[in-house]
């Protein structure tokens, strides 16, 4: 006879064996351990796997007590230099010797950035292992990682870095390609590498419920054609076919490929969000960045995604470093995009506001809202199927005046100060045509206000 432990803890393992979702009642949102959820991350830049200096169980931790869920990681296929792009301290630029990838190193020297070369035909078991655990702690914390598994060559010294460029493998693959034509059909033996790898990636990843697999990332057409990424999608598929699991695969590209459940955007404008939501697939921001070292810039990027529909958004945050993977090499941040404490704390306020309304039976809408004063400030709004719940985000600088449409019966509206998380003010309307006007909101320079029918 089975013990009531044994069935306790088999009934948590079926409970949490069940990959994040697409939410069946609306697939322009997430499922995860039987929740509606939206995905909010502020993300080290996607070296936590393949740079062994990164404590990333410091920092997986440090995410989770910032109240954030989302994580990006990079396979090994690609990485950079300490200074490429101009980012000091790049967590995908390792110290020399200090990169591990998917494949095992070779008896053979020299790879170009320290150690021996890489062998294709052979995978790296402490890489697999290290994945895994980056994998298991996430999971604990209930992390989502966005798993990258390539990346488009941007120019012709990071090819030079790859595994995958013939300078830095025994096999003979990869030999007098350029940089821009990577990612195509044309040389066979790198195909044939490219689908080893992802079968092994998703053969091994199979048992975790907390990722989603991403293509590859800013494919650029026509840098990467869409015949390749259909390859390795159905290779994807193909592989996963015959596991227990099926994951969400991602896809950062102008094709769309119907095996693909999550569309992402770079740097996405609220239209980017409302344009595609006829896809039925959830919509994402997979990275925000580049405004500087300030705050304001990302929170409002990420309210106005999600208030136009979108399920994830992650903001490339350079305050997370080998030396400080808690998060604090800030702040202002050194680099070209902004990050810090202040600014996911500010990120948990939004994804915690909003998933305390259904926000799983809304979608996109203003026309409840006939009127605004000033009528120059960015006013966006989510409506639940039942016009009994609403949630309006406003950016401007001064106190915002509202006129309503609203079904009979009263209604308790919450203003968000999206600062400190604090409720500024509550106001008690009666349906029909009521005004509502804002505390005010200077220093913050954005407020939120939900709605709901008492």
């Known amino acids: 006879m089975i013990s009531s432990l044994v069935l306790l803890i088999l009934s948590v393992v079926f409970v949490h064996a069940v990959p994040i979702s697409l939410h069946p009642d609306n697939p322009h949102y997430f499922l995860y351990h039987e929740k509606p959820t939206i995905l909010v991350g502020s993300t080290e830049h996607y070296g936590a796997v393949l740079n062994l200096d990164f404590d990333y169980k410091t920092y997986l931790n440090s995410v989770a007590k910032a109240g954030l869920d989302l994580t990006r990681t990079w396979s090994g296929t690609y990485r950079e230099m300490n200074n490429t792009f101009g980012i000091l301290n790049n967590t995908m630029g390792p110290a020399s010797g200090r990169f591990i990838s998917p494949w095992a190193r070779s008896s053979q020297c020299c790879y170009k950035d320290g150690g021996n070369k890489f062998d294709l035909t052979k995978f790296d078991d402490n890489y697999f292992a290290r994945l895994k655990d980056f994998l298991s702690i996430a999971q604990s914390l209930d992390i989502i990682v966005n798993y990258g598994i390539f990346c488009r060559m941007y120019n012709q010294e990071l090819w030079e870095l790859s595994p995958m460029n013939g300078i830095n493998n025994i096999n003979n693959v990869g030999v007098n390609i350029n940089f821009d034509s990577v990612f195509s059909l044309n040389d066979t033996s790198l195909i044939s590498v490219m689908q080893d790898v992802t079968s092994k990636i998703v053969t091994e990843m199979n048992g975790f419920d907390n990722f989603y697999f991403e293509v590859i990332n800013e494919p650029n057409m026509p840098q990467v054609t869409a015949d390749w990424t259909n390859l390795i999608i159905s290779t994807i598929v193909k592989t996963e076919s015959s596991l227990p699991q099926k994951h969400i695969i991602a896809q950062n590209s102008l094709n769309i490929n119907p095996a693909t459940s999550l569309y992402s955007f770079h740097y996405g404008k609220p239209n980017d969000a409302i344009d595609h939501l006829n896809l039925n697939k959830a919509i994402g921001d997979g990275e925000t960045g580049f405004a500087g070292p300030y705050d304001y810039a990302y929170r409002t990027q990420g309210w ?151």
């Open 304 to 454: 106005q995604w999600f208030i136009s529909g979108g399920a994830e958004y992650d903001n490339l945050d350079y305050s997370w470093t080998d030396a400080h993977p808690d998060g604090t090499a800030c702040c202002p941040v050194v680099g070209p995009s902004g990050g810090g404490p202040s600014l996911r704390f500010q990120l948990s306020i939004m994804k915690k506001f909003i998933e305390s309304y259904d926000f799983i039976h809304m979608a996109p809408g203003t026309s409840f809202i006939t009127s605004h004063t000033p009528s120059s400030a960015w006013v966006g709004a989510l409506v639940h199927k039942d016009q009994n719940q609403y949630l309006i985000y406003v950016n401007e600088t001064s106190t915002i005046s509202l006129t309503l449409q609203l079904n009979t019966g009263s209604y308790r509206a919450e203003w968000l100060d999206t600062l400190s998380g604090n409720i500024l003010r509550t106001d008690t309307i009666n349906g029909g045509n009521p005004q509502l006007t804002s505390p005010s909101f200077v220093a913050a320079g954005d407020i939120a206000v939900g709605i709901r029918k008492m």
